[in-house]
């Protein structure tokens, strides 16, 4: 996993004053980051358009423009006269070397946004959002350097940001870049190294990381003498829609669970490979509960609930209170952004909208987590956002192709198998969250058509 920082302003003066760098020699890194990955990609001689800014972002803009001059066909254009000292200077370079500079813009092969950076704090002027509106529009390849300008330090966008293909962010991942909204703005993600190795920034202490594909550890068994007890046996309780249970029972089944079982006061019809009973299991190591599972009796719900046992609790269980006397050490959460901003109603914690969940997730999580420390919360979205106390992990390999009713079911049947095997509740959440995406990302039929089926099917050919 990588480290996310809320900020880089302090490492780059950190950097300044321990290794005797300047911002000069920083934000020339920051512009040759650039030039490497446009020189690799692309063709000697296309053409090329750079959109600057008046602050720090538009004077890399204007450096980048230097080093790419007679490389490619190079146009630089200015929203106004850059307004620092280093900016200025850089103007100067480039009009040295006769860089071509443009009073418009126009489609380019490449697009270069540079207007704005990480420090953007008030709501776009008009010619702003013109002009990025414009950008948008064009048919062009689009890198943005360090952020989509239009995004600001939180990952919101006010009124318009720009769409990039890739943003190439200089030194560190930024938090405001794994924002749910941020997801269709920043495209890939490539950080450009600022003249430091990277343990620098990897020694800096921060609360946040950006999940990798090498952290998935998936239930490999490596134990020859063993029988189906020896990997857990799941109870998953099943409900008034008893589909959500049994996909939840098929996806824990196929990631591992010796065992699996629906609790159900009802006779089901259910998969064969899977268990039915009334009661829980004497054996049991780990337990699913609230998908698809409607109205339960309070006393029913609450001897579950206190059984000293790893649990899943998902869906329909985050509007009932009750479940606020139980959040402790046994205890994952698995909420959709609405079933949230119910729980943290239910916890006296804020009332608030979806909209406004979105545009500060990572403020509501903390906020949550810092009243129930012992739980570990996996709040799904574009990003998925994993935390525990003040820990938080993110996962950015979701796609839209799991937006699909019964995909959560899935999620919540991944975490509680891991459970039910021994897997600690981080590590369950993260090996678990990395198989449902990467499953997901791996579809290679049309994005629109995934299912649940598909999904579990693609988990065991991780």
Do not use: W
């Amino acid at each position: 996993m990588k480290k996310i920082f809320d900020e880089v302003r302090s490492l780059d003066k950190k950097a300044i004053e321990n290794y005797f760098l300047s911002e000069d020699i920083l934000m020339e890194h920051a512009s040759i980051g650039i030039q490497k990955y446009i020189t690799k990609k692309f063709k000697k001689n296309e053409k090329i358009l750079i959109v600057s800014g008046t602050g720090n972002n538009g004077a890399d803009g204007i450096a980048l423009a230097r080093l790419l001059h007679k490389k490619f066909d190079v146009s630089l254009y200015l929203t106004n006269e850059p307004k620092t000292e280093i900016g200025k200077l850089q103007l100067k370079r480039a009009k040295s070397i006769n860089v071509n500079f443009v009073k418009d813009i126009f489609q380019a092969d490449i697009i270069v946004d540079c207007i704005f950076g990480t420090g953007l704090n008030k709501e776009l002027d008009k010619n702003s959002i013109d002009l990025i509106e414009k950008l948008n529009n064009f048919k062009s390849f689009k890198i943005a350097c360090d952020i989509p300008s239009g995004l600001d330090i939180l990952g919101r966008v006010t009124t318009i940001a720009f769409k990039a293909n890739i943003t190439i962010t200089m030194g560190a991942l930024k938090t405001a870049l794994f924002s749910d909204v941020a997801k269709d703005y920043v495209g890939k993600i490539k950080v450009a190294k600022l003249g430091i190795e990277d343990e620098f920034f990897q020694s800096t202490l921060t609360n946040k990381y950006l999940l990798e594909k090498s952290d998935l550890v998936l239930p490999y068994r490596n134990i020859e003498n063993s029988h189906k007890g020896t990997y857990g046996h799941l109870n998953v309780i099943s409900g008034e829609k008893v589909g959500a249970s049994i996909i939840a029972s098929m996806a824990a089944f196929s990631f591992g669970t010796g065992l699996v079982t629906i609790i159900s006061e009802n006779q089901e019809s259910i998969p064969h490979l899977i268990m039915q009973d009334k009661v829980i299991s004497k054996n049991c190591t780990a337990i699913a509960i609230g998908m698809g599972l409607g109205k339960i009796d309070d006393s029913k719900l609450e001897n579950i609930l206190k059984l000293k046992l790893p649990k899943v609790l998902d869906a329909d269980i985050f509007y009932n209170k009750l479940i606020l006397e139980y959040l402790n050490e046994y205890v994952v959460l698995t909420p959709h952004p609405k079933e949230f901003i119910s729980l943290l109603k239910l916890a006296n914690i804020t009332d608030i909208s979806i909209e406004e969940l979105q545009n500060n997730r990572f403020k509501y999580v903390k906020e949550f987590c810092n009243k129930y420390p012992d739980v570990v919360l996996l709040l799904k979205g574009s990003n998925v956002i994993i935390a525990q106390d003040d820990n938080i992990y993110i996962n950015s390999f979701g796609n839209s192709s799991l937006s699909k009713g019964g995909s959560g079911d899935v999620l919540s049947g991944l975490i509680a198998s891991l459970l039910a095997q021994g897997y600690k509740r981080v590590e369950g959440c993260i090996s678990a969250s990395l198989a449902h995406t990467l499953s997901a990302l791996n579809y290679s039929k049309n994005n629109y058509s995934l299912t649940p089926d598909n999904l579990i099917e693609g988990i065991k050919n991780l």
